[in-house]
């Protein structure tokens, strides 16, 4: 029998993976003063009141108009009863206040303001009300990091599959994985189960703002959103298993937990260095990630960006109009960003934050055995893939800045630039064994030398021989910090 591994998952960023549940109105009230949601049982909630109230509210749910939710609200509004708690952004308070101030017989107005009122709760046990990540959420995630892997290994042709249309997606999953069915498909085999919160594990109502990547003079189309997010801090608690196939000829390439840990941690480090040249570019914040100490990057949930959740080389995503404009498709990638915000508008943009990201560790004996003792364990510092932490490491906390990176010259390297998407500038070490790249023209000509502009940027675009400086991120990824003429 396989022993099942306990791992743990570290949230990082606003994480929102979508349950198709919303904050009903009678089953909620709002905390001005804490800036809390207070959500319960309408149920329970309806038998605590006295019978006026009883009577009431339920001649207000009788009307069934558009105007009877305001009279809810404020039925609702100053009320406690004991429920699950999520903290609410300012805005969101802001939008509340303005919402319960509208005249009950002004129905356009009140049915504009209802349509930014939706609350999307974040997946959850129905019983407890407490947050959880599906294990369907965390196997897609290292599902997509695989694939991409096997596409950069393969190098399957793109025509083929967008020739397809529908179908195209399948047979080139099928095609990546050298399967063509349920029983050879390699993820049958990889068993991932929920992960339920360890200690305390905070949410709150944020907004999903909408924000173009380059400048324009028309806005993002993107309506913002009302989101429940689990906020960064919270550790899940999870298992995983690769399971080995009875017969080997049905699967022809099985998983293996090196390949699945080993893609995932170069996608979403790469996808991360992705991300954060072209937030920069956009003068948005990134992500400052603490040092993951071996654990792995990770992208869950709702607007994770289309990049992440996408084969690289096959993708066709996506791109509205807006302005009753019909869509494009990019074989690129998204034009904006999706970003947690406090308010649906007027926001600074240096306090936007991307959503999604997270550190994926594995648990070390000692954490096991005080999980299985149900001792409370507030804080933890993810033990890195294949290796058992150190007991006195779980008692430091997470270093608040990560160490200094590693630069490394390559000596003869190939050096080229790809004028498509932006600008990408790549690298690759003379062995060929590692690779790099910078994204953004600007950027590439501000760290290449002058003498190799004209063949870079206005000539072939390629540079058979060159000295590189690079900034190691990974053990995998690297980043260009400098492009010079190879010493004769």
């Known amino acids: 029998m396989i022993e099942e591994r306990k791992f743990a998952i570290r949230i990082l960023a606003p994480v929102h993976i979508g349950c198709d549940e919303v904050y009903d109105p009678t089953g909620f009230v709002i905390d001005e003063g804490a800036s809390m949601l207070h959500a319960f049982d309408p149920i329970d909630f309806f038998k605590s009141l006295p019978q006026q109230d009883k009577d009431r509210l339920a001649a207000i749910c009788a009307k069934g108009s558009i105007e009877s939710i305001i009279e809810l609200y404020k039925f609702m509004k100053g009320r406690r009863f004991d429920g699950h708690r999520t903290s609410i952004c300012g805005g969101f308070l802001d939008n509340y206040r303005k919402t319960l101030s509208i005249p009950v017989n002004d129905r356009r107005r009140i049915q504009q303001e209802l349509n930014n009122f939706t609350i999307a709760r974040t997946a959850f046990n129905p019983t407890t009300h407490i947050p959880y990540i599906p294990g369907s959420a965390v196997k897609g995630a290292l599902r997509t990091a695989y694939l991409n892997g096997r596409q950069s290994l393969k190098k399957l042709p793109r025509d083929k599959y967008s020739a397809l249309r529908a179908r195209g997606a399948n047979q080139l999953e099928q095609d990546l994985l050298d399967g063509g069915s349920f029983a050879s498909d390699p993820f049958r085999l990889l068993k991932v189960s929920d992960f339920h919160p360890l200690g305390p594990c905070r949410t709150k109502i944020v907004y999903a703002v909408n924000e173009k990547k380059k400048p324009s003079q028309f806005p993002a189309c993107g309506h913002p959103q009302t989101l429940e997010v689990i906020e960064p801090g919270s550790v899940f ?3 995983i298993q690769v399971l080995q196939p009875l017969a080997r000829e049905v699967i022809k390439t ?10 995932a ?5 790469r996808e991360k260095a992705r991300e954060d040249a072209e937030l920069s570019e956009a003068d948005l914040p990134c992500l400052q990630m603490d040092d993951l100490a071996g654990a792995l990057p990770l992208r869950i949930g709702r607007h994770s960006g ?14 509205m109009q807006g302005g009753g404009r019909p869509a494009t498709w990019s074989s690129k990638g998204a034009t904006t960003f999706w970003m947690a915000a406090e308010s649906s508008s007027g926001y600074r943009k240096s306090a936007l934050r991307p959503f999604g990201w997270a550190a994926l560790g594995e648990l070390s004996a000692e954490m096991a055995a005080r999980i299985e003792n149900q001792n409370d364990v507030k804080t933890t510092e993810l033990a890195p893939i294949g290796h058992e932490a150190e007991p006195a490491a779980l008692q430091k906390p997470v270093p608040a800045t990560p160490p200094a990176p590693v630069e490394e010259i390559w000596a003869d390297a190939y050096v080229g630039f790809d004028a498509g998407g932006g600008g990408i500038l790549r690298a690759i070490a003379k062995d060929g064994s590692k690779k790099a790249e910078l994204r953004g023209r600007e950027k590439a000509l501000a760290v290449s030398a002058e003498p190799l502009h004209k063949k870079l940027f206005e000539g072939k675009k390629s540079v058979p021989k060159a000295s590189v400086t690079v900034r190691k991120i990974s053990e995998k990824i690297h980043e260009i910090v400098r492009v010079d003429v190879a010493a004769s």
């Open 237 to 239: 608690v999870g298992t």
């Open 254 to 263: 099985p998983l293996t937990e090196q390949s699945l840990f080993e893609s």
């Open 265 to 269: 941690g170069f996608f979403y480090g």
């Open 306 to 319: 289309s990049e992440s959740l996408t084969i690289e080389g096959q993708r066709n995503i996506r791109i």
